[in-house]
């Protein structure tokens, strides 16, 4: 796996894109619309990530942002006071997020394009990185944590989401309950039955047929197809030791899980959902203090 496969599939699936109806596509590349279509789903899907940001102080702090979809944190970050920059590794991000910033006035100091294991800043140039769901799909996270850590000033702070090793969609969803359905359909599928199976199920005989189907199921690989869509080229899942060990220029200080997502189950129905989203979430939030400063209390950025 190599950056230039991620960088492209990320150009043309910007995040969240297509299920909102695409910028280039129902909203006619009127952007206002759009943004405020796609953060109404995105706070309504994933109504926990106003409240997690809000468990950090961002306030006055140089904050770089890695990974910026269509900006809907880089705003919330702005609107929290943040002195805020912003990487993507994808032109079309960085353009998307440049016209939000300028349609709704939002003061920010940079916004570049770029790889995280390549940072275009001088060391010491910030006091937080902050990343939301990005650094999962980073190949060499040991290049990409050891360029966060020279950016960062010592003892500074990175905040970053990662999908979660024990969640309900990882443990039970991605790992039995696709797999075992995709292993189901998969004599069935040049039958006329699967012409009217979901596209994404379809989309997956595809690639199953491709690959072969006991290479496809191979959960390493599958996992990547289970996160981001069939063609997501590289994604991976974290448990608290697994962080420990790819960012060893820093210190974890705290991690918590939100967001029970585990589809096609419809987890966010079941009686005590938010109780279980602490145990089960498929979203791992982390506090990591980079090394070479004294470490801070918990809930501190």
């Known amino acids: 796996m190599n950056e230039s496969d991620v960088r492209e599939f990320w150009n043309a699936h910007p995040c ?55 900006g809907a944190e880089s705003e919330q970050l702005i609107r929290r006071g943040a002195r805020w920059s912003g990487l993507d590794l994808t032109p ?90 995709l292993a189901a359909a998969y004599p069935l599928r040049r039958t006329r039955l699967m012409r009217a199976a979901p596209p994404l199920l379809r989309a997956h005989l595809d690639g199953a047929e491709r690959a072969g189907l006991r290479r496809y199921l191979d959960l390493d690989a599958f996992t990547h197809r289970s996160t981001d869509g069939p063609h997501n080229p590289y994604a991976r899942v974290y448990s608290p030791r697994e962080v420990v060990a790819d960012f060893p220029d820093f210190t974890l200080v705290e ?21 279980l989203e602490r145990h089960l979430g498929w979203h791992l939030w982390l506090r990591l203090q980079a090394r070479g400063g004294p470490i801070t209390p918990a809930g501190a950025a």
């Open 16 to 70: 969240g894109d297509h299920i909102v109806g695409g910028l280039h596509g129902g909203f006619a590349d009127d952007h206002e619309r759009f943004f405020a279509a796609y953060d109404a789903w995105r706070y309504d899907q994933e109504g926990h990530i106003p409240a997690c940001l809000d468990h950090f102080d961002f306030r006055d702090r140089r904050v770089l942002e890695i990974g910026l979809g269509q």
């Open 255 to 275: 991690s918590f899980r939100r967001y029970l997502h585990a589809p096609p189950l419809p987890v966010r129905r079941l009686p005590g959902a938010a109780r």
């Open 92 to 181: 079309e991000s960085v353009e998307r997020v440049r016209t939000r910033l300028a349609l709704r006035r939002l003061p920010h100091v940079d916004l570049r394009q770029g790889s995280a294991t390549a940072i275009p800043w001088p060391d010491d140039s910030f006091d937080v990185v902050f990343s939301h769901g990005v650094l999962h799909h980073v190949p060499d996270i040991r290049a990409a944590q050891a360029e966060i850590h020279r950016v960062l000033r010592p003892g500074g702070t990175l905040v970053a989401m990662v999908y979660a090793r024990r969640s309900l969609n990882y443990q039970v969803s991605i790992r039995v309950l696709r797999r075992a359905v």
